[in-house]
C-alpha cells in the first residue's frame, strides 16, 4: 500500500506540473539605460502565486522519495508565508494535513490562503522560535517537518531541465542579448540562489549572480565575513527575504556579488514598477529592482550593453494592507518619499545613486 500511494503522489505532483506553463518573461525598456535590456521572471503566475510554488513541489518530491512523507503523515513547516501557501496547496492535493509555523505579523492575507488551501496557521510571537516550535509539532503528530531552510539548495535539480535557471535561459534564446550579464535575486532560504549560481557553473555561462538582501537580515554580513552564527531579531520587513539567521541553504560561494537595500528603497521601488508594468508586485520584487538598477546604472557608466535578469517573486495584492497602505507605511516609521524622488530623478534624467545601499564582493 506504501509503494502505490508513493506512486500515486509523484504522479499527482507530475501531473500538477504538466499542467502549468512556464512563467511569462517581461522585457522592460528603462529609458535612462539605452542598450541595456531589464527582463522580469514572473514567478506571480504560478497556480499559487509566486516563487514558491517551484521549492514546494521539489520539497514534496524530495520527502516524499527519501521516505519521509507517507499517506496521511502531517507536514510541517516553518515559514513567513508563500512557502506555507505553496505546500499548503501541494498538502491538499495530495489530501495529507498541513501546518504553517508562522511569525505572528505574517500578513493576513497569506493566513487565508493557506486555510484556502485547508492548511492551518501556528502564530509565534518570536520569529527565531518557529523551527523548534516546527520541530516540536512534528514530533508531537508524528508528521514531518519540511525544513525549508535546510533543504532548498539540495531538493531542486540545479543541473535538470525542471528549474528555474534552465527556464530563463531557454526563453532568452531569441533576445538580442541572450546571456545575461547578470541575474538578480534575493535570499529567502537561499535555495533560488543555489540553484541559480550552480547552474551558470554547470553549463559554463558567463552570468553573474547578485543577491540583495534588505534591512535586518544577517545574509550581507555574512557574505561579507564569513562568520555562519550571526543573528539578528525581529524579521527583515520584507515578507519571504532576510533572515534572522544564516540558513543551511545559502551558499555564499557562488554569489559574485551581494546589495544590500533599504526597506524604505524597496518599497519606494514597488510604486515605480507600478508606474511603468501597470500592475503590482510583492514587496522582495522593489528590492530586487533597486539592485537590478543599480548594476543597470554600472553597466551604462562603463558603456557596456547587456541584458539583466530579475524576478518577479509573488504579486502585489497579498500586501495592499501594508506596503500599498500610506498607513501603515507610517505606522511603521517609513518614509519613501526621498526615495520616490530618487526614482523620479532616474526617470528624468537616468542618474541614480547607491547612497543608502551598501555593496560587497568576495
Known amino acids: 500500500m506504501s509503494e502505490q500511494w508513493i506512486s500515486w503522489a509523484v ?29 522580469l521572471k514572473d514567478e506571480s503566475t504560478h497556480p499559487t502565486g509566486s516563487l514558491k510554488h517551484r521549492l514546494a513541489r521539489s520539497l514534496f518530491l524530495y520527502g516524499i522519495c527519501n521516505g519521509w512523507i507517507k499517506q496521511g503523515t502531517p507536514v510541517i513547516e516553518a515559514s513567513s508565508g508563500s512557502t506555507a501557501v505553496s505546500e ?10 498541513f501546518i504553517a509555523v508562522m511569525p505572528a505579523s505574517t500578513s493576513p492575507e497569506k493566513r487565508r490562503w493557506i486555510e484556502h488551501y485547508n492548511g492551518s496557521c501556528h502564530l509565534v510571537d518570536d520569529p527565531a522560535t518557529i523551527y523548534d516550535e516546527s520541530r516540536r509539532l512534528a514530533d508531537e503528530r508524528e508528521g514531518h517537518f519540511m525544513d525549508q531552510f535546510t533543504y532548498a539548495e539540495r531538493a531542486t535539480d540545479w543541473r535538470g531541465n525542471n528549474n528555474i535557471a534552465h527556464s530563463i535561459f531557454a526563453q532568452m534564446e531569441e ?33 553573474k549572480l547578485c543577491v540583495v538582501d534588505p534591512d535586518n537580515s544577517v545574509f550581507f554580513d555574512y557574505y561579507k565575513h564569513g562568520d555562519a552564527g550571526l543573528t539578528c531579531i525581529g524579521s527583515s520587513g520584507v515578507e519571504g527575504i532576510g533572515r534572522p539567521r544564516v540558513e543551511p541553504s545559502f551558499i ?22 507600478y508606474d511603468i508594468l501597470g500592475r503590482r508586485c510583492g514587496g522582495s520584487t522593489g528590492t530586487l529592482l ?61 542618474a541614480w545613486s547607491m547612497e543608502g545601499m551598501e555593496q560587497a564582493t568576495l
Open 290 to 350: 533597486c539592485g537590478a538598477i543599480s548594476l543597470m546604472a554600472e553597466m551604462a557608466e562603463k558603456g557596456e550593453q547587456g541584458s539583466i535578469v530579475m524576478l518577479i517573486c509573488d504579486g502585489g495584492d497579498r500586501y495592499m494592507k501594508t506596503y500599498y497602505n500610506p498607513q501603515w507605511l507610517k505606522d511603521e516609521g517609513y518614509d519613501i518619499a526621498p526615495w520616490q524622488a530618487r526614482f523620479g530623478s532616474l526617470s528624468r534624467t537616468g
Open 11 to 39: 504522479s499527482q505532483i507530475d501531473a500538477d506540473f504538466t499542467r502549468s506553463s512556464d512563467t511569462h518573461l517581461i522585457k522592460v525598456q528603462l529609458p535612462p539605460f539605452p542598450g541595456i535590456d531589464l527582463y
Open 252 to 273: 555564499r560561494q557562488i554569489v559574485d556579488r551581494m546589495i544590500k537595500v533599504p526597506n524604505e528603497a524597496s518599497f519606494a521601488a514597488l510604486y515605480y514598477l
Open 88 to 97: 499548503a496547496y501541494f498538502a491538499q492535493l495530495l489530501d495529507l494535513p
Open 175 to 207: 533576445e538580442p542579448h541572450p546571456v545575461p550579464r547578470w541575474v538578480v535575486t534575493a535570499a529567502g532560504t537561499g535555495g533560488t540562489s543555489a540553484t541559480l549560481g550552480r547552474f551558470f557553473r554547470y553549463q559554463q555561462l558567463d552570468t
